[in-house]
């Protein structure tokens, strides 16, 4: 996996909320039409994959953003063991482009032409409320770094022949 040009590559992690709301399909509808979808499935994960996978959000001094909840068991309550959706696309400059479709982090906040404006329900205020961490429909890599990280978490080694999608598919603007 030395040689993938990661820039091109983002892991869409679909949340139990976008699971159990039924939006995977619809979701990724909008995400297919600025990349491919290479791969999808419905995965169950593990305490040792979302802790990974959320590492930053669990590590001092970002932990210390979250004062109202309890992080660490609201990520292991919401996610391990629970159905979420994961994805992975390809697109020039694919985590800067998912990133800008998704909009912000508050669905309450975020613009109506974004996923979560259009699909979330949650906000930030009820979340703290609530003292629980916020729903918000999907993650993409924040950048190649990130999304060589998270394919490693959600995918590894042994799918690694899902990179290769690249190579099979038309070069971008040539007709199909």
Known sequence: MTSVDWTRWSVVLLKPDCVARRLVDQVLDVIGNDATIVDRRIVHPTADQIFAHYADLLTMPRIADFTWVDVHADVHRTYV?????????????????????????????????????????????????ERRLIANVIHTSDDPVGARREFGIWYGNARAHLLNRAATTPAEGAPT
């Not at 979420?84 to 982090?105: C, E, M, N, S």
């Not at 669905?107 to 949650?122: E, K, V, Y």
């Open 81 to 129: 063991g629970q159905p979420t959706g994961i994805a992975l696309a390809h697109a020039p400059d694919a985590a800067v482009r998912l990133r800008g479709l998704i909009g912000h982090f508050d669905p309450a906040q975020a613009s109506t032409d974004t996923i979560r404006g259009r699909f979330g329900t949650d906000s930030l205020a009820r979340a703290r409320a």
